[in-house]
């Protein structure tokens, strides 16, 4: 008897990421994707699935998820990097909460349990067949664009608003330039200017104006970022330097983005407003005199 190799379709369906620790699992869906027509790439750790998600874009992301403390750290990810149109999650569920509270459109799919690969990749053909997600809210994220400077500042006071408002802290915005515009990836610097405002505002007192001024000068935005203690309260450069080591982190992860969108990250930690961030983002070609 004679077998027919079986075809395989003749275009890719679907750009797939697939999380999975247990690597038998993991390429066992990776087999049955591929046959299906889908392209994928794998990730085994939380830290390559935040790479993979922050780098590409997917039309569905399969996340196979065993124990609660994995499900804490699959959270944690998805809380920190735009989502797919789709996500399938296996096994805990855990993570699903987090995975929906951000999401605008597209689907989110929780299968309890142990499913066979074939009939994960059914299912993947089946959330890419249920459409696109309506991105019109976010733009894309890969998108470089002008993009007005004061405006993304504001969008992303606005997601540490309740943190401020806690510490009964406000915001200050100037930005003065020729053209109030700057090159890069929307979603991106607006989750750049988050972070940065988020650790000023763990860094600074209660009652303290935060401060965020921009200036045009030659072909770049010179920013900085700052908080004005209360009248009264004093700090030692000392004390921030302690504080901000804690948040090595978080300030490692907001230089990254500002190298991605073609600027630098530094800190001061001496001067009357210390702690202070001060970074540089590319002025349009057009603003440079």
Known sequence: ?????????????????????????????????????????????????HRLLDAQRFDVATLIV???????EIA???????????????????????????????????????????????LVDTSISAGAWD????????????????????????????DAKRKKQRFQITVLGPDG??????VKL?????????LVI??????ACI???????????LIAIGATPPQGVRRRAVDSAEELGEDTAALKAASQDVRDQGGVLWVELAGPAAPALHLTLPLPAESIS
């Not at 390429?27 to 392209?39: E, I, P, V």
């Not at 797919?84 to 995975?99: E, K, Q, R």
């Not at 750049?192 to 988020?198: I, K």
Request: aromatic residues 4%; hydrophobic residues 40%; proline residues 5%.
């Open 1 to 49: 008897m004679v077998t027919e190799p079986r075809q395989r379709p003749a275009a890719t369906q679907g750009h797939v990421g697939v999380y999975a620790r247990d690597a038998r699992r993991r390429h066992a869906l990776a087999r049955s994707l591929d046959a299906a027509g889908h392209s994928h790439r794998e990730a085994s750790t939380p830290a390559e699935l």
């Open 66 to 72: 065993r124990s609660s403390q994995e499900a804490a």
């Open 76 to 122: 944690a990810v998805l809380d920190s990097v735009r989502l797919p149109m789709h996500t399938i999650l296996l096994g805990s569920a855990d993570a699903l909460p987090l995975s929906t509270k951000r999401r605008r459109g597209g689907t989110v799919r929780y299968v309890p349990g142990h499913l066979p690969a074939g009939d994960v990749a059914r």
């Open 135 to 162: 991105e019109s809210h976010d733009g894309d994220a890969s998108h470089v664009e002008h993009v007005e400077l004061e405006e993304i500042i504001e969008s992303a006071a606005a997601t540490v608003y309740r």
């Open 181 to 186: 515009h700057v090159i890069g990836r929307r």
């Open 190 to 198: 607006r989750r750049m200017f988050g972070r940065l405002l988020g």
């Open 202 to 207: 763990s860094l600074a007192p209660a009652g």
């Open 211 to 221: 401060s965020i001024k921009a200036r045009a000068a030659n072909d770049e935005w």
